[in-house]
């Protein structure tokens, strides 16, 4: 049978592999305990003894990690550690190396936080359509917060900086311990019928979970959710975060910042105003003066208006005589038309008529005259051979010859024929000078 | 704004937002004279009415207290010398 001999360590190297194997097993572990023999030399690093009732288990937290921390470890407090293991070699100890530390019974109260914060989530209470806006520039405002403490002060500090023209209305309440719920809660309700008020803020300094606790309870959660008003929560610092946070309109994370969300920066807005009334006065300007030119523009035109107007003048003398000329070339011809037609006029003239007609009238009177002295010549002259004719065949010069005329008496009818007598008739006989009346005495027909 | 709580007259910042609108219009534009005289005109008006709204409220910080018959009242909350 060999003998096998064992791997023989030396202190050195087998320390180094426990510290080896327990840094690596370790190199994350969540440990609790009881804090004791706690010292803080001139390093500020914590050195101290996790124990409990079976073991104890030296720990060291160096001054980086826990500088930011709230919480101070005290002799004798239950704490949780988070850290890694590891050796010191030289004397041959383990320790924990702490990175992070809290009290004990915080676990409790986180997770009552959690409940309630998923509880009012899936009833709504967080919704962002619920959120309200902030008012541009609020008159009044109210602020809920402890009178004494330093988020007052904080406050108004920045306020006043900002824009002094806002009335503040501070509501008293405490802000921590189991009597400030409901007197948060009831300051709200208080506060959203109070006249003038237009936004509400909930403002409180730092402080760890149990003493920010009273603005995580449900009574102050729904008292902002019922809150009409918009509801600004600043509440702890930057990395705390409460359920009055949640459900608020806007969540601020120091009251500082809160008065910079509420209280517009008025310097600012004067300054805005005054760019404003400048470019104002510079477009409106811009505008008058883009008319001006305009204006002078078209008024640069005018000399030369004025010179057109002349030469125009010119042009309509010099037309106005072409016109004149023309139009008295044109009226030669109609004139002497005109002169014609009163010639053919006066030659239709009645009065011309009238004395020619009046010439001829006497013309015609004058050969009428005429005539009638040579037809009355004629005339005489037929008359006088008439005459002369006439007494040739007077009947009664053939009486003169010794011829009679009988004519019966008393119608003195000619008698031509002797047999129409009878005897006795009563005759007159004419002779060339005288008659006798006689009786017949015998009628013969010889 | 919160319901409730409208006031009549044209809040601060619809003023100033109307002032914006006058600008642009003015600056961008293409209008007769007479309507940039009357936009003009509103502009410097709504600059007065902004001025004196900034100016209106004067500062005023009060405590507000319960007496013992539960009514409200109000008293000045001291500020700190120096503030």
Same mark, same amino acid.
């Given at each position: 049978?060999?003998?096998?001999?064992?791997?023989?360590?030396?202190?050195?190297?087998?320390?180094?592999?426990?510290?080896?194997?327990?840094?690596?097993?370790?190199?994350?572990?969540?440990?609790?305990?009881?804090?004791s023999n706690l010292r803080q030399p001139l390093s500020g690093h914590y050195y101290f003894t996790l124990k409990d009732a079976g073991a104890q288990l030296k720990a060291v937290m160096f001054k980086g990690n826990h500088l930011h921390l709230r919480y101070k470890p005290q002799e004798g407090n239950l704490i949780l550690c988070r850290g890694r293991l590891t050796v010191y070699e030289a004397r041959g100890d383990y320790q924990l190396i702490v990175d992070y530390l809290e009290p004990l019974?915080? #676990?409790?109260?986180?997770?009552?936080?959690?409940?309630?914060?998923?509880?009012?989530?899936?009833?709504?209470?967080?919704?962002?359509?619920?959120?309200?806006?902030?008012?541009?520039?609020?008159?009044?405002?109210?602020?809920?917060?402890?009178?004494?403490?330093?988020?007052?002060?904080?406050?108004?500090?920045?306020?006043?900086?900002?824009?002094p023209n806002l009335e503040v209305l501070i509501y008293p309440v405490k802000v921590q311990g189991p009597d400030a719920a409901p007197d948060i809660a009831a300051a709200l309700d208080t506060l959203s019928a109070y006249p003038g008020v237009e936004v509400i803020v909930l403002a409180r300094g730092g402080g760890s979970l149990e003493d920010l606790w009273p603005f995580n309870e449900e009574i102050v959660a729904r008292a902002i959710h019922r809150c009409p008003l918009p509801v600004v929560s600043a509440?702890?610092?930057?990395?705390?975060?409460?359920?009055?946070?949640?459900?608020?309109?806007?969540?601020?994370?120091?009251?500082?910042?809160?008065?910079?969300?509420?209280?517009?920066?008025?310097?600012?807005l004067l300054r805005r105003l005054e760019r404003?009334?400048?470019?104002?006065?510079?477009?409106?300007?811009?505008?008058?003066?883009?008319?001006?030119?305009?204006?002078?523009? @078209?008024?640069?035109?005018?000399?030369?208006?004025?010179?057109?107007?002349?030469?125009?003048?010119?042009?309509?003398?010099?037309? #106005?005589?072409?016109?004149?000329?023309?139009?008295?070339?044109?009226?030669?011809?109609?004139?002497?038309?005109?002169r014609l037609h009163a010639s053919r006029l006066y030659l239709l003239s009645p009065r011309r008529t009238l004395t020619?007609?009046?010439?001829?009238?006497?013309?015609?009177?004058?050969?009428?005259?005429?005539?009638?002295?040579?037809?009355?010549?004629?005339?005489?002259?037929?008359?006088?051979?008439?005459? @002369?004719?006439?007494?040739?065949?007077?009947?009664?010069?053939?009486?003169?010859r010794g011829y009679a005329v009988a004519s019966l008496l008393p119608e003195e009818t000619i008698i031509r024929d002797a047999a129409l007598v009878s005897k006795g008739a009563q005759v007159r006989v004419r002779v060339a000078k005288g008659r006798m009346d006689c009786e017949v005495h015998e009628v013969s027909e010889q | 704004?919160?319901?409730?709580?409208?006031?009549? $007259?044209?809040?601060?910042?619809?003023?100033?937002?109307?002032?914006? $609108?006058?600008?642009?219009?003015?600056e961008h534009g293409d209008l007769p004279l007479e309507e940039a005289l009357r936009l003009f005109e509103e502009g410097v008006r709504l600059v007065k009415a902004c001025h004196q709204k900034l100016d $209106?409220?004067?500062?005023?910080?009060?405590?507000?207290l319960k007496d013992e018959s539960g009514r409200f009242f109000t008293r000045p909350f001291p500020e700190e010398e120096g503030e």
């Open positions: 049978m060999e003998q096998e001999y064992p791997h023989i360590y030396t202190v050195s190297s087998l320390t180094r592999e426990i510290r080896e194997r327990l840094e690596t097993h370790f190199s994350l572990v969540w440990v609790s305990g009881e804090v019974g915080l #676990g409790a109260l986180a997770q009552a936080f959690e409940a309630l914060k998923e509880r009012l989530a899936a009833e709504g209470l967080f919704a962002p359509e619920l959120k309200k806006p902030l008012p541009f520039l609020p008159r009044r405002l109210a602020l809920v917060t402890s009178p004494t403490g330093a988020a007052v002060r904080d406050f108004l500090r920045l306020q006043q900086v900002r824009c509440v702890g610092h930057e990395v705390d975060f409460t359920i009055a946070d949640f459900v608020a309109d806007v969540r601020a994370p120091t009251p500082s910042a809160a008065a910079a969300l509420v209280a517009p920066d008025k310097g600012e404003l009334a400048v470019s104002l006065r510079h477009g409106w300007l811009r505008r008058l003066d883009a008319a001006r030119r305009h204006l002078l523009l @078209s008024s640069r035109l005018l000399p030369d208006l004025r010179r057109t107007v002349v030469t125009l003048r010119l042009k309509v003398d010099e037309r #106005g005589e072409a016109l004149a000329r023309r139009v008295r070339g044109r009226l030669q011809e109609p004139r002497q038309e005109v020619l007609t009046r010439q001829r009238l006497e013309q015609a009177g004058a050969r009428l005259l005429g005539h009638w002295r040579t037809a009355e010549g004629q005339r005489r002259r037929h008359l006088q051979y008439l005459e @002369s004719h006439l007494a040739q065949l007077n009947p009664l010069a053939i009486l003169k | 704004m919160a319901k409730g709580k409208k006031p009549v $007259e044209a809040t601060f910042e619809a003023q100033l937002k109307r002032l914006e $609108e006058v600008l642009e219009a003015l $209106e409220v004067e500062r005023r910080v009060e405590l507000l």
